[in-house]
């Protein structure tokens, strides 16, 4: 038993990663209508960038300014995805981000090789709670996607700001009416996006070391995460972001780790399947 | 009476330019079937896989022009083609393989399997998708490319795992081996088939319903058509084409490992059809000679000691092909959002009545 709850507790720090960026997805989605493919490029950048920083100056600086400068190139995605007004579609807008992603494993691929990359944890040390081994990052990840999806419930709901961002997602023409600037509504949404995942990245790093090629399958991961919320709903993309850690932890334990992202994976397949009963494309 | 002369005359008409398309159609593939007998060894396998690449193109550009949605897998449904051809060839069972000359079934059979196989997982996973917006489908053929692919790795005692399969037995078709420029032949050739089964497609009954649906989805379907069938339609024949192209690559390289299949495989394929147009079957293949010859001389250029006074670490190929690819996606889709080939096009043809007008006051 103690080693199920071992695997549960390890499942949920991993599965906050997915949270994290499976709430990311959902907030540029209901604020743009795009799906970003390139959302787990923030993650690895910020990871990156931490590794390099680090080298020369204390962790906690290295990693501001890593998510910082994350949040900078997503303003940038935001511009280039977004495209030009009634000309890009959204499916378009997909496939652009699809670009990007590609271009960015080259760009991080001659910038920090092919190693993959970890530092330090936050502390060596663990808690041993009933015999399961609970390290500080561990709940330190857990805690941070629990605090993020609560302020970007708060912010969408109670904001001027969210509120603007949602409104502008539901009835594009509409919040053009009322004087709102689209293209600066998707730079915030993917601002605060990319320094949300950026957040993840830093803390994910230390517990799974992070390559150029890393991306692909957080993006993957997250978006299986926010599928349970099909795509709207911070609060369930979160709770499908642990369910699908600790699901993926479960199977590296107890069947083999080369199934844990095919499960993964298959596990998203008959949610969407599952899905297409209530939504219809228009 | 008159009226209905003229409407005679209009179709007897369109016969005949139809009949003239076919023909440049046949005498291009004929060209095309000639030209690997009289290229270097080289370049046949250059050739050989332009053609291969171009049969995944033209089913995909038809699913992202007609059906308004993309497929972020096609690579996955080239790998089960490729796989199911090369282990129904060789033997399911692993250890009797290489040993026993008979296990297996006829390579011929088996290409011929590997198109209905990746249909039918087409079937399956396009039913509950082709109602949803489109990236969902994006993500789920993703995903369903990446479990073919780790499967590749986890079932390593069937697949061969990262030392793959190599493939002792040929192709043979009525005593003739298909290989080598033969083999580049066929592939050109079927890709002459394809390309007159999809114009004659885009004219008939059908395209008039697929150019209804890319026009106004929601007109279509109140005029009748059923949508999401013809969106099933268009995935599954895209999948069965990549099934054939995966099916006929087996007998091409003779060996099968995951270098061939990785992600990247299936997002060069949207690359490609962006290239030629969303939609356009003859930008399909343009795209898909483009981007292996690009792929090809990319890797050249990557695996040089220096390039403009740079000094090019080992990853240098990878760097430039990503790098230049991604690129091309990106201005692609924000610019020439209809395909790179009919945007230029398009601003020549643009450009050229600009300077007519000018010169006629």
Avoid at chain 1, 83 to 93: D, E, M, P, V, W
Avoid at chain 2, 24 to 36: E, S, Y
Avoid at chain 2, 46 to 73: C, E, H, K, N, P
Avoid at chain 2, 208 to 216: C, H, M, S, T
Wanted: proline share 3%.
């Amino acid at each position: 038993m103690t080693t199920f709850f071992q695997f549960v507790v390890v499942g949920i720090s991993t599965g906050s990663v997915f949270a994290i960026v499976g709430m990311s997805l959902v907030l540029v989605y209901r604020a743009t209508g795009i799906v970003n493919f390139a959302q787990g490029v923030f993650a690895v950048l910020a990871g990156l960038l931490t590794y390099s920083f680090v080298q020369h100056m204390p962790l906690a600086l290295a990693a501001m300014l890593a998510t910082l400068a994350t949040a900078l190139v997503a303003t940038l995605v935001a511009v280039v995805a977004v495209g030009f007004r009634g000309r890009t579609t959204h499916l378009a807008s997909l496939i652009i981000t699809v670009g990007i992603a590609i271009f960015a494993e080259a760009v991080l691929l001659a910038a920090f090789g092919e190693v993959p990359r970890s530092y330090p944890a936050i502390s060596d040390r663990a808690w041993e709670v009933g015999g399961v081994l609970i390290q500080p990052q561990y709940a330190v990840l857990a805690l941070v996607a629990l605090a993020a999806a609560f302020l970007l419930t708060l912010f969408l709901r109670r904001t001027i700001v969210g509120q603007a961002l949602v409104a502008s997602a539901d009835s594009p023409r509409a919040a053009e009416l009322i004087g709102l600037n689209l293209r600066s509504i998707a730079v915030i949404a993917f601002a605060v996006a990319g320094a949300l995942t950026a957040v993840g990245g830093v803390l994910l790093a230390p517990t799974v070391p992070v390559s150029y090629s890393s991306g692909l399958t957080i993006t993957i991961n997250g978006f299986a995460a926010a599928v349970f919320g099909g795509l709207v709903s911070i609060r369930l993309a979160l709770l499908g972001g642990y369910a699908l850690g600790v699901l993926q932890q479960l199977v590296v334990g107890y069947v083999d780790s080369q199934y844990s992202l095919i499960i993964a994976l298959l596990v998203m397949l008959v949610l969407i399947g599952w899905r297409s009963r209530g939504e219809l494309a228009v | 009476m008159s009226a209905e002369l003229a409407a005679q005359g209009r179709a007897a008409r369109r016969r005949r330019v139809g009949a003239a398309r076919v023909a440049a159609l046949v005498g291009a593939t004929v060209f095309a079937c000639w030209l690997p007998f009289q290229l270097e060894l080289g370049d046949v396998g250059l050739y050989d896989r332009m053609g291969l690449y171009a049969l995944v193109a033209i089913g995909l550009t038809l699913l992202m022009g007609f059906a308004g949605q993309v497929s972020l897998g096609q690579g996955g449904f080239f790998l089960i083609g490729a796989y199911t051809s090369g282990l129904l060839t060789m033997g399911l069972d692993a250890d009797t393989r290489l040993v026993d000359p008979q296990a297996g079934i006829d390579p011929l059979l088996a290409v011929a399997i590997a198109p209905l196989v990746t249909a039918g997982i087409a079937v399956v996973i396009g039913i509950p998708l082709m109602r949803l917006r489109g990236h969902y489908l994006a993500f789920a053929t993703l995903a369903f490319a990446l479990i073919a692919w780790s499967l590749l790795y986890a079932q390593d005692s069937f697949t061969g795992g990262q030392y793959g399969v190599t493939v002792t037995k040929r192709l043979v078709v009525a005593g003739h081996e298909i290989t080598g420029a033969t083999h580049a032949a066929v592939v050109w050739g079927l890709v002459g088939l394809a390309l007159l089964l999809s114009t004659n497609l885009v004219s008939s009954r059908v395209g008039r319903a697929l150019q209804a649906i890319a026009a106004n989805e929601p007109a279509a379907a109140a005029s009748g058509i059923n949508v999401a069938l013809y969106k099933l339609q268009l995935f599954v024949f895209a999948a069965a084409m990549a099934g054939l192209a995966g099916g006929l690559f087996t007998f091409f390289a003779q060996f099968l490992g995951p270098e061939d299949f990785g992600i990247i495989v299936s997002l060069l394929f949207v690359v490609m059809v962006s290239i030629g147009g969303l939609g356009s079957v003859y930008g399909a293949v343009v795209g898909a000679v483009t981007i292996v010859y690009a792929e090809h001389k990319l890797r050249e250029l990557g695996t040089h000691e220096t390039l403009l006074g740079w000094d090019l670490p080992s990853t240098a190929p990878s760097i430039l092909s990503l790098g230049v690819f991604g690129l091309l996606l990106i201005v692609i889709m924000l610019f020439f959002p209809h395909g790179l080939l009919p945007g230029i096009a398009g601003a020549v043809s643009g450009m050229r009545r600009r300077l007519s007008r000018r010169s006629t006051p």
